[in-house]
T-cell receptor, first 115, second 113 residues
């Protein structure tokens, strides 16, 4: 398996622009997670899906952030409008509940810079 | 209060040294415990699980103390390739059965030749 795939790997955009991050989880995994990592706050869970259904979005910072999972093999995280404080590395991870110890497999991340 | 607290370091140790990282967690209902490793500009990857009885994987030993809500990672005979950030992780299971992972901010280790 190719592992979790994320695109783009790097994104530089201007404040106010819309940003869309993409993720393809590992085939067969039924959980998908979006995380944000910064030096100050470390890794923070934003939202996760189970069987394509959003379960917990309490980590989404504000209404400018939205996430979708239209099918088992694709998810997006959208920021509209983007702000400089959104600059971070965004990771997508997937896991399979039936597999102990429920290891999460991370994608390579998208490094977002908002100027 | 954060779910997981770690000393951020950095820890700079010579090759061959033994180094230990500690981590505390706040929720006594936490169920599973892990150490993840994250190389510079890379994604986190599972290093090892942590069991109450303690577990060893080569040069790495992990310990859990539920009474004190404390987790440790010991690395013996440090190698240059051990240089990375080590993330302490605890999980809580929600109603769907998903294990929500709570990450510490990580402890940075640099092994010096």
């Amino acid at each position: 398996d190719a592992g979790v795939i994320q695109s783009p790997r790097h994104e530089v955009t201007e404040m106010g622009q819309e940003v869309t991050l993409r993720c393809k989880p590992i085939s067969g995994h039924d959980y998908l997670f979006w995380y944000r990592q910064t030096m100050m706050r470390g890794l923070e869970l934003l939202i996760y899906f189970n069987n394509n259904v959003p379960i917990d979005d309490s980590g989404m910072p504000e209404d400018r952030f939205s996430a979708k999972m239209p099918n088992a093999s694709f998810s997006t995280l959208k920021i509209q409008p983007s702000e400089p404080r959104d600059s971070a590395v965004y990771f997508c991870a997937s896991s399979f509940r039936g597999e102990g110890p429920y290891e999460q497999y991370f994608g390579p991340g998208t490094r977002l810079t908002v100027t | 209060r954060k779910e997981v607290e770690q000393d951020p370091g950095p820890f700079n140790v010579p090759e061959g040294a033994t180094v230990a990282f500690n981590c505390t967690y706040s929720n006594s209902a936490s169920q599973s415990f892990f150490w993840y490793r994250q190389d510079c500009r890379k994604e986190p990857k599972l290093l090892m699980s942590v069991y109450s009885s303690g577990n060893e994987d080569g040069r790495f030993t992990a310990q859990l103390n539920r009474a004190s809500q404390y987790i440790s990672l010991l690395i013996r005979d440090s190698k240059l390739s051990d240089s990375a950030t080590y993330l302490c992780v605890v999980t809580l299971t929600d109603q769907t059965g998903a294990n929500n992972l709570f990450f510490g901010t990580g402890t940075r280790l640099t092994v010096i030749p």
